[in-house]
């Protein structure tokens, strides 16, 4: 990897962001510690957990406190109505708890998600894995895209850049990898994954959890995630502010960039993440949207 950024170039609020997740974070690795998660479905049947509840009010008052006339938008408490929602240009997105699923099965692969959004656009990211410590962080700050960054931070404090990487040929020693959700598994994806062998070579499959698949594209270990299905804002804002810093894109179906707070209804189009920009993707994902990822990735 590149060499790491300078902790005296980041924008003040990312501190704020990460301590949040941190504190988040370990408050959700106490409730996995223990026997009962405290289970319980919302209206739309999804579970939410202890974790979930403790995770949103310790970074909504972490973020309250250092800014306190920024408007919140989180999973786990109720929408501002629209009329209110409408008039915001900056605000905080947040998943307390990505992939509440993955928590109740206990393998590990769930996250802490906090982006910043600024007229739409997923500016500032942060998302935590609670489990191993790892702290993914963007931020897309200006016009130029020279001065974006992205990068990792472990749990004992080792900071490194990360960055994209071009889609390979597909050979066996450097196959493109179509990073797929456990959720769904890889016999949704088997058409597009034909339609990418046609194009690459040698496609394999990276099953996972929550907002880790785009922090895998964003540091260069795979080249494609799709979801046609239905998934909060809240679910890839921070994914997207990482992904785009590091290089990569994350696109609505017709290839333009995702944008938050543009309808009542906090829910995401068809989306896909992409690690190499040149190449045109829609064109391979637009065929069939039925051969792709169905379903959201928020629990």
């Known amino acids: 990897m590149s060499s790491a950024a300078r902790d005296d170039d980041d924008p003040p609020l990312l501190a704020v962001m990460i301590a949040a ?34 995770a949103h009010e310790i970074i909504a008052d972490q973020l309250l406190a250092a800014e306190p006339s920024m408007p919140l938008l989180s999973e786990e408490a109720p ?10 240009r900056r605000y905080w997105l947040v998943d307390p708890l990505d992939g509440t699923r993955e928590f109740i099965s206990r393998n590990d692969e769930f996250t802490v998600n906090i982006a910043l959004v600024d007229e739409g656009v997923a ?21 130029d895209q ?10 004992e404090g080792r900071r490194s850049r990360i960055s994209t990487r071009r889609a390979p040929l597909g050979t066996g020693d450097d196959p493109f990898i179509l990073a797929v959700s456990r959720r769904r598994g890889p016999w949704r994806s088997e058409r597009l994954t034909g339609r990418l ?38 679910d890839t804002a921070a ?7 590091a290089g990569g894109r994350l696109c609505e179906l017709d290839g333009g960039p995702r944008r938050y707070n543009q309808g009542a209804e906090p829910i995401n189009p068809p989306v896909y993440a992409a690690g190499d920009g ?22």
């Open 21 to 54: 997740a941190r504190a988040a974070g370990d408050a959700i690795m106490a409730v996995y510690r223990e026997a009962d998660f405290g289970v319980t479905l919302k209206g739309d049947r999804s579970p939410v957990t202890r974790a979930d509840l403790v």
């Open 79 to 88: 929408q501002a109505p629209w009329q209110q929602r409408r008039q915001w």
């Open 123 to 143: 500016v500032l990211g942060v998302i935590l894995a609670p489990v191993t410590g790892t702290c993914y962080v963007g931020q897309r700050l200006g016009r």
């Open 146 to 155: 020279h001065r974006w960054q992205a990068w990792k931070v472990t749990a």
């Open 197 to 234: 062998a046609d194009s690459f070579g040698t496609v394999r499959h990276q099953v996972l959890g929550s907002s880790l698949k785009m922090c895998l594209i964003a540091e260069g270990r795979a080249d494609l995630y799709t979801c046609f299905g239905p998934t909060g804002e809240w």
């Open 239 to 245: 994914g997207q502010a990482i992904l785009e810093a």
């Open 278 to 299: 040149t190449v045109a993707w829609q064109a391979l994902l637009t065929g069939n949207p039925g051969d792709t990822e169905q379903g959201g990735e928020g629990s």
